[in-house]
């Protein structure tokens, strides 16, 4: 269907153009429902994260067919404003989180036919703000119902952190049936549910994704330690102690000592997405230990690495290494859940990672300019 563009239907979208290397501001179609399971969303809140700034170098994202740009943002929160007539599950005013990814086109594609598009098996999904397909960062954007997942209104001002925690929310998915493996470890909770009881686990990183991730084990009951390069005290670092996690400095204490204070490693979390201290952390991981790696690094020159001794120890050490990326639905819903539970536990803690929010029109800065604060947010609504 073809949108007739004047300027009444258009809004203000951020968005990269590849061809010319430019970020900035355009005037976008204001979405029109399409179909009857679609909804108009108004945007609230829109997070920035490394891939978008990553994608405003030209290195990673791509615009849909026939579009000179991308409109960038896949970290949303909305307000439903209009409702397709099949719509059944929101009513205008309805605080939603929409998804990322979206499935690839292919009949033989069994993960996509099963909903599960995070572990597409072609690589032709889309991703919105990443990869063909616009994103968040507009005035509103249309959806369709089965990508939205409702939001309580109590947590209004923190569930732009959604998406960044679905990530940990599927790692741990893969996680505790591998820690099932091992019978004597497998404890369980109330409600039967497992916990990290017992166990050490080791967050790499105290961005927004290492501190949610932090957050998410030290209340699934882990010893968590969180690892990170600079010196504190530090605007993360107090985060981090702040909720009863030590940091420790990868400056200050060298890994080895650093091995020591933690005993044996049971679960590192990578959220830094920088490969040499990954894979020098990955070569200190204790017995019967799993690695998770969830960042992404640009390519850069090799690097040397002691392969030997993280291959005699992956396999002399029982390890498992899983990588992970996106998430399902049942992880947008894990992560709300969540976020409910840490705005009960650590209130001011959960809303200090949002470092800073601005207008659109301070969009360009926060993309291009060296990276500040903890998690920054463009504020649709003030
Ligand atoms: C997003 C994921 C996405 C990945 C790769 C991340 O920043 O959170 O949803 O799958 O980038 O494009």
New binding site residues.
Partial sequence: MRERHNEANKMQAVAAIPKKKEVTIVDHPRPLLASDDEVIVKSLDVGI????REICTFV?GDPPHGSDYLVLG??SLGVVQELGSAVEGFKPGDLVVPS??RPCVHDHCAPCRADLQ?FCATGDFV?RG??MSHGYMTEFYAEREKYLNPVPANLREVAVLV??L??VEKAMTQVWPTQNRLPWVRHHGENGRPTGKGLNAVVLGAGPVGILGAMKLKSEGFNTFVYSRSKAPNLKSELVESLGIPYISALETPLEAFSERVGNIDLVYEAVGVSSISYRVLSILGLNGIFVFTG?PSPKPAIELEADVIMRNVVLKNQVVIGT???DQGSFVAAIKDLNVFMNLWPEALKALITRRCGVEDSRSLLLDKAAGIKNVIAFES
Avoid: L, Q, S
Avoid at 49 to 52: E, I, N, Q, S, Y
């Fill in positions: 994260c490394g891939t978008d990673y896949h970290e990322v990814r995070d991703e990443i990869k998406e960044p679905t990530i992404i990326v996106n998430a």
